[in-house]
């Protein structure tokens, strides 16, 4: 009698990468609408029940893919200022176009940390990992303005953060108007108006 093939396992450590993984693919393929982690155990190759290890529930293996997503963003801004030249301007300039691109490159996470009701998720990992994205603009800001009240730099880090969101945002949705939306870099085109929100009120 032949000998039964043994189930696909893991070590420890890896079927939660494996999950993780599995349900990135599954946004960017499918979005949240339907997201089970029945189906994330599917396409990891394990039991449906074998997530439990890990994530109690689904919004646990989302606030982990978020999480994550902060801290490669903060990452990807950071490594944008420190290749920049120039004044704290130009280094916040910089940032802008990096949170564009990435928000284009990835839109499933991008759209998990921001915009896809997200704001129902929660774990310690994700509000850290928000937190420090937070701060990284303020910080951003408050080099560009000099010695400001605190009120002030979160206002203008704010309008910042308005201004380039924005444009992630209407370029993912593809609603940006003709002219802009046609040019060969739309951020480009409209990065240029921070120094006009950074002006003292």
Same mark, same amino acid.
Request: no cysteine.
């Given at each position: 009698m032949p000998a039964r093939k043994r189930p696909r396992t893991y070590h420890h450590g890896d079927l939660r990468e494996a999950l993780v993984a599995a349900a990135i693919a599954l946004l960017e393929e499918k979005g949240l609408s339907g997201f089970t982690l029945r189906q994330c155990a599917r396409r990891a190759g394990v039991s449906h029940a074998a997530p439990a290890h890990?994530?109690?529930?689904?919004?646990?293996? *989302? #606030?982990?893919?978020? @999480?994550? &997503?902060?801290?490669?963003?903060?990452? %990807? +801004?950071?490594?944008? =200022?420190?290749?920049?030249?120039?004044?704290? *301007? #130009?280094?916040?300039? @910089?940032? &802008?176009?990096?949170?564009?691109?990435? %928000? +284009?490159?990835?839109? =499933?996470?991008?759209?998990?940390?921001?915009? *896809?009701?997200?704001?129902?998720?929660?774990?310690?990992?994700l509000k850290t990992a928000s937190r420090a994205a937070w701060q990284q603009l303020c910080d951003s800001v408050a080099a560009v303005l000099g010695e400001k009240r605190q009120s002030e730099v979160n206002a203008k880090a704010a309008a910042v953060w308005a201004l380039v969101h924005g444009t992630a945002t209407l370029l993912l949705d593809r609603k940006l108007p003709p002219g802009i939306a046609e040019s060969m870099d739309p951020a480009a085109a409209i990065l240029p108006s921070l120094p006009g929100l950074l002006r003292p009120t």
């Open positions: 890990h994530f109690a529930t689904a919004d646990d293996l *989302l #606030a982990e893919i978020a @999480a994550r &997503g902060f801290e490669r963003f903060v990452a %990807a +801004l950071g490594k944008a =200022a420190d290749q920049a030249e120039g004044s704290p *301007l #130009a280094r916040l300039e @910089a940032m &802008g176009r990096a949170y564009v691109a990435f %928000a +284009l490159a990835n839109p =499933a996470v991008y759209g998990l940390m921001f915009r *896809l009701g997200a704001g129902s998720l929660a774990s310690p990992h």
